[in-house]
């Protein structure tokens, strides 16, 4: 019986993890797997209970009415909350804060991690997030730390925001990131950290090109995939 491969790629926000991944699952032929996107659809699911986020810890009553699903349309992820396709809802900025407030709570983090095992139970897959080499797959035969500076990432999320035609204040972009970087890391329940045995790719100074570039070369030395 084959073992399935999985690729865990771990990072702060605005690193470039999920476009790189996304790539690399194509390549690969492999499930592209967006853990933040559970976050998300959590944190959006709090904001339209009208949880404020200072007082986040209130969704915790709400947990067992929560249905988040995931599937694959053409090979992308799309995610539901009870049953609406919420995957560009949850995309905003406001999202992604709610997202990094609620990833804060033990009790939500348990409740995502049977779905997130299950998706790379039998399928090879790469998935992203802050704690996949850590805790989700900590077997994982490929695990990278995908990081740059917060000013480049700032820069780059500033321009995917202004691309997709939402309003951005590039110093606002980078406050909130700073704010993110924290509270994701200074948590107390699973912190952004490189797993012990992860690859840690600093792309600050890397054009997108060359980041995968690199992190093919790290897969193919662990796996023996030529990608
Ligand atoms: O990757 P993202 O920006 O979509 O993630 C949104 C938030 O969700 C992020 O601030 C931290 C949290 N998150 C997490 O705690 N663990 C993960 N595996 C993925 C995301």
Redesign the pocket.
């Known amino acids: 019986m084959s073992r399935t491969i999985q690729i865990a790629i771990d990072g702060p926000?605005g690193a470039g993890?999920?476009t790189m991944a996304r790539l690399l699952a194509q390549q690969l032929r492999f499930v592209y797997v967006?853990?933040?996107?559970m976050?998300?659809a959590v944190g959006l699911f709090a904001q339209r209970a009208g949880v404020e986020e200072e007082e986040i810890e209130a969704i915790l009553p709400m947990l067992n009415e929560i249905q988040i699903d995931i599937q694959y349309v053409d090979g992308n992820q799309r995610i539901f909350l009870g049953g609406e396709d919420v995957s560009e809802a949850v995309r905003t900025e406001k999202s992604?804060r709610y997202?990094?407030a609620v990833?804060a709570l033990p009790a939500v983090?348990q409740f995502l991690l049977g779905l997130q095992r299950r998706l790379a139970e039998n399928q090879n897959v790469i998935m992203?997030?802050?704690?996949?080499g850590t805790v989700?797959l900590p077997q994982a035969q490929v695990k990278i730390f995908l990081t740059a500076s917060p000013e480049e990432r700032a820069r780059r999320r500033f321009a995917e925001l202004r691309q997709k035609g939402q309003p951005a204040d590039y110093d606002q972009v980078y406050q909130d990131l700073l704010e993110?970087d924290q509270?994701?890391s200074r948590r107390t329940a699973?912190p952004?950290r490189p797993a012990a045995d992860a690859v840690t790719l600093d792309a600050t100074a890397y054009s997108l090109e060359e980041t995968l570039e690199r992190m093919k070369q790290i897969i193919g030395e662990k796996t023996g995939y030529a990608v």
């Open positions: 926000s993890k999920s967006d853990t933040g996107a976050y998300r992604g997202a990094s990833s983090r992203d997030g802050r704690d996949i989700i993110r509270r994701d699973a952004l």
